[in-house]
């Protein structure tokens, strides 16, 4: 069994590869996905926990990631969040792998909402907008600026400017002009890509700033009560999801929507599956705005870890 650390998961899963590896690995199955969550109160009122996520490709893969989520690490000069990702031969059951599971994250979720950007946003889209300034933002940037190489501008808004303004000023990508954003509804309403990953309980980005064409990519939401766009952006754009599976019924971002009587699961045209799969071709037309929401889930990780052995294999 081989040990990949986060050096190597970085250098072998350079966003153009992962982006068309996953729009490849889209086309196969995955039979079955579970989580599990375990809470373990501490002394001082936070929660810690232990998310286990796994997926089973038959006869091919078996993959499980285990996370741990401590809110109080940073006073401690520890990542809040940790991982690490076990592969296992689909055929026989035996591990192959130990990878770094936060590198792997990081590559996964940028990769996941590039290649949404790779069939919903506007083949001349100039300009980013990042929303949040937190570990996930410089792999968000750098993935879309792979799947939309016409991105000449980003800018980076986030609750606290300071840390916008540093990421801004750290961050260097090739013929891209990189600046920290002011005000937010500035930011959005001259922006063609959106991409959002906050810890927002509350709507951040408003329907009625959205201009025609633009693509909202929403990442941070992951629970019931957790969202970054207000209704109106639902009512407005064209509705996409990375998997039904992984959102409908788990994140905030569509549940809440769905239960105001904005939208209907029907109104959710296609996800990742049907867009590789050439079941929907993806954006209409220049004026259409969409909305990708990236909820993430097993299947992704499994993805992402059979694509990152190819490459190691292809190279060792």
Not at 44 to 72: E, S, Y
Not at 171 to 186: D, F, M
Not at 254 to 271: K, Q, R
Request: some cysteine.
């Amino acid at each position: 069994m081989r040990f990949i650390d986060a050096g190597q998961v970085h250098d072998a899963l350079d966003f153009p590869s992962l982006i068309r590896g996953l729009d490849r690995l889209h086309r196969e199955d995955t039979q079955e996905m579970r989580d599990l969550l375990l809470a373990q109160p501490v002394s001082d009122g936070v929660t810690n926990h232990l998310l286990i996520r796994a997926a089973w490709q038959h006869d091919k893969a078996v993959g499980m990631k285990l996370v741990t989520i401590f809110p109080g690490n940073p006073t401690r000069s520890l990542p809040a969040v940790q991982a690490i990702y076990v592969l296992f031969d689909g055929d026989s059951g035996t591990p192959l792998a130990a990878v770094d599971g936060t590198a792997l994250t990081f590559r996964k979720t940028a990769a996941d909402s590039a290649l949404g950007a790779m069939y919903l946003a506007r083949k001349d889209a100039d300009h980013l907008l990042m929303v949040g300034a937190g570990a996930m933002a410089p792999h968000l940037i750098s993935a879309h600026c792979a799947a939309r190489p016409s991105i000449r501008s980003v800018s980076i808004w986030n609750r606290s400017a300071g840390k916008a303004r540093q990421l801004a000023d750290e961050l260097e990508l090739a013929g891209v002009t990189i600046e920290h954003a002011g005000v937010l509804e500035k930011a959005v309403r001259s922006a063609d890509i959106i991409s959002c990953a906050t810890m927002a309980k509350q709507p951040l980005v408003l329907g009625e700033w959205l201009r025609p064409g633009t693509h909202l990519d929403l990442v941070g939401a992951f629970t019931p009560d957790m969202r970054e766009a207000d209704d109106e952006c639902f009512r407005v754009a064209t509705t996409f999801v990375d998997s039904r599976a992984t959102t409908v019924h788990d994140v905030g971002e569509i549940m809440i929507p769905i239960a105001n009587g904005v939208i209907d699961e029907e109104d959710i045209v296609a996800d990742l599956y049907d867009l590789c799969r050439g079941r929907h071709t993806g954006r209409a037309g220049d004026d259409q705005i969409t909305l990708f929401k990236n909820g993430g889930g097993g299947h992704l990780d499994l993805m992402t870890t059979r694509f990152l052995m190819e490459r190691i294999n292809e190279y060792s």
